[in-house]
């Protein structure tokens, strides 16, 4: 629910307007995970609550830590469906990556999930619950570090689940609530054309990203079939009409495939097709898993795309692989644990990761 949502329930339950918001704010300023914890509630309210109302959406069912500290959670919902949310820790920043959907149908070729398909959306409970059990895992494992950042970077495509999406975005934004600031929040679209025109008139605005990954049609045809719909130009129109605000710009997310995107000559491509647009590039290099045939370029050849996009003036970044020893990197959250009984939370060390990328 959103404050308003929870006001009109409690006044729906014959109970004063206040009411509402003081249980609103006990979940979401407070983290409250039962309505015994309301301490400012009668005794006879607490009572009641649990027969009309319940508290949290999800449950933790396993925690992998990885060597560079990042960590994945498989979290459990009500009808037993899984998710994968992963923390990654880089300074004082944490940076958490969240779930819209169970699985995705808009099918990359080179991501794990894609393999899955779509299951179902997540509701702005689960989308939210993702947040606050990440929370109260730092409180115990970590006291002194906070998540800093969203991405809505993990299992699904946002914009399929829009509603749920912005909705999940007016809950956490609030400052009645968690807080967090929109500029700190970013949502990662493969370019749903009308959906991205739609967001640009709502008053919640996210930072952007757009999954891009090719510098022409063909190739992009290729490795993201949503490009048959919705092509490089149509993208990119609706990315110049966007409204943005001053200091901000699109991030476009190009993941190097060994011998498809990785060429001196797409670097080029690639720097034609974005000019004039306020943006950056964070090249990924492919993280590794079964479901697709791709291969990660060899290190000189991300060094030399990395210096040809420099050399031609986008602001380009590379995007360090975290957490893939865990197969909890970019692409590669496949849930390949769904369908398992819930089981005690555990924390996981495994093998050292694959070489990093700097």
Known sequence: MTLPDAEAWAVAQGWPRFRGE??????????ARSFDEMSNLSRETR????ERA?????????VQTSQDGTRKLRLVTRDGQSIESVLIPDGDKTTQCISSQVGCAVDCQFCATAKMGLKRNLDAGEIVDQV???????????????????????????????DNMVKSIRILT?????????????????GLVPKLEKLGKEDVRPNLAVSLNAPNDAIRDEIMPINRKWNIGKLLAALKAYP???????????????GVNDQLEHAMQLSKL????????????????????????ARAVIDA?????????MPTYLRTPRGDDIDAACGQLANRSNGEAIVPLRIRKTAPPLPAVD
């Open 274 to 297: 974005l000019r004039g647009v306020k943006c950056k590039v964070n090249i990924i290099p492919w993280n590794p898993h079964p479901e697709a045939p791709y291969q990660r370029p």
């Open 174 to 190: 609030h400052d009645k609530g968690a807080g967090l600031g929109q500029r700190r929040i970013t949502v990662s679209t493969a």
């Open 132 to 162: 606050y059990l990440a929370q109260r895992l730092l409180a115990e494992v970590e006291p002194t570090r906070r998540i800093s950042n969203l991405v809505y970077m993990g299992m699904g495509e946002p914009l399929h689940n829009y």
């Open 47 to 50: 009572a009641e609550l649990p």
């Open 244 to 258: 943005l605000e001053q200091r901000r710009r699109i991030t476009f997310e190009y993941v190097l495939l060994a």
């Open 54 to 62: 319940q508290l949290g959406c999800l449950q933790v069912a396993e």
């Open 22 to 31: 003081q249980v609103w704010r006990w979940v979401h300023d407070r983290g």
């Open 305 to 313: 795309f990395q210096a040809e996009c420099k050399r031609l003036g």
